[in-house]
């Protein structure tokens, strides 16, 4: 059974920064693109930002473009999967997860949360004063 596991979210003032960790295995790193989600209370869940299996595409949403940026670390078996979260906003409070899709473009994953090979469990971001 192959595992994404979150990490990196908590409490944060608007204009604060996060970096969330996606720890996937090696497997999973090396075929698969990972993309992060997000679901707010209420909402559905929407893709914020993908990644390809070489790194080399990525994909974000309108309202995360020049906030947040994602990256992939495949050297040294850390195998993980990162983003960066500045300039975080209230309506950036959700429960973000990662996901991993095998055959797939960055854009298409990114469109919609549904057909996702595998998720995580996630982890919770509230941006609060």
């Known amino acids: 059974q192959l595992q994404l596991v979150e990490s990196g979210g908590g409490l944060v003032q608007p204009g604060g920064s996060l970096r969330l960790s996606c720890v996937v295995s090696?497997?999973?790193?090396?075929?698969?693109?990972i993309g992060w989600f997000r679901q707010a209370p209420g909402k559905e869940r929407e893709g914020v930002s993908c990644?390809?299996?070489?790194?080399?595409?990525?994909?974000?949403a309108d309202s995360v473009k020049g906030r947040f940026t994602i990256s992939r670390d495949n050297a040294n078996a850390k195998n993980t999967v990162y983003l960066q979260m500045n300039s975080l906003k209230p309506e950036d409070t959700a429960i973000y997860y990662c996901?991993?899709?095998?055959?797939?473009?960055?854009?298409?994953?990114?469109?919609?949360?549904?057909?996702?090979?595998?998720w995580g469990k996630g982890t919770l971001v509230t941006v609060s004063s």
């Open positions: 996901a991993a899709k095998r055959i797939t473009t960055v854009r298409a994953m990114c469109a919609t949360s549904v057909g996702m090979d595998y």
């Open positions: 090696k497997f999973t790193l090396d075929y698969y693109a």
């Open positions: 990644i390809s299996n070489s790194g080399g595409s990525t994909n974000y």
